[in-house]
């Protein structure tokens, strides 16, 4: 599990000043200050932002690059079992394989009912008569289970 410096750094700051308006919070009940509501809502807002920085910075995972690989756009997920990312018209041969394969290794599978899902690598190439085609250039399969990723085409 890796943690994000920055954030967990900004995650600590907050939370010391969490506990500073906490302090003042109570101060200004006891001496009832005027501001003491709206110092409960700074306290809680400050101790939210602390929560959520350490929070992101532990679940946070940076995204894998494969060698050879051109970053392409995913164009449909239908949350399951499906993913189809959109290749660009001069995109290279030899990059097909490992961009197919990123976009398979970088895929979460929280929330997906089923273990493997089958990405597409496609591009819309036009047809003589005026109509668009697309034409699957390479495919994976990514194994959520085990975090296998098997190529085809």
């Known amino acids: ?27 200004a009940f006891l001496v009832r200050w005027g501001i003491r509501f709206r110092l409960v809502g700074v306290t809680s807002f400050t101790v939210l932002l602390s929560l959520s920085c350490l929070a992101f910075a532990v679940s946070y995972t940076p995204r894998q690059t494969v060698e050879g690989a051109i970053s392409v756009p995913v164009v449909f ?8 990312a959109a290749a660009p018209a001069d995109m290279p041969l030899e990059t097909f394989r490992p961009s197919v394969e990123q976009v398979a290794i970088n895929l979460r599978g929280s929330g997906r009912g089923t273990q493997t899902v089958e990405v597409r690598l496609r591009r819309v190439e036009s047809t003589a008569d005026g109509t668009d085609t697309p034409v699957v ?16 085409g």
């Open 77 to 84: 997920d239908n949350g399951s079992d499906l993913v189809v």
């Open 1 to 27: 599990m890796r943690a994000d410096p920055l954030l967990l750094t900004a995650g600590e700051w907050l939370g010391a000043a969490s506990a500073v308006l906490l302090v003042l919070t109570v101060v």
């Open 137 to 152: 250039l390479a495919t994976a399969i990514r194994n959520l289970a085990d975090g296998s990723v098997s190529l085809r």
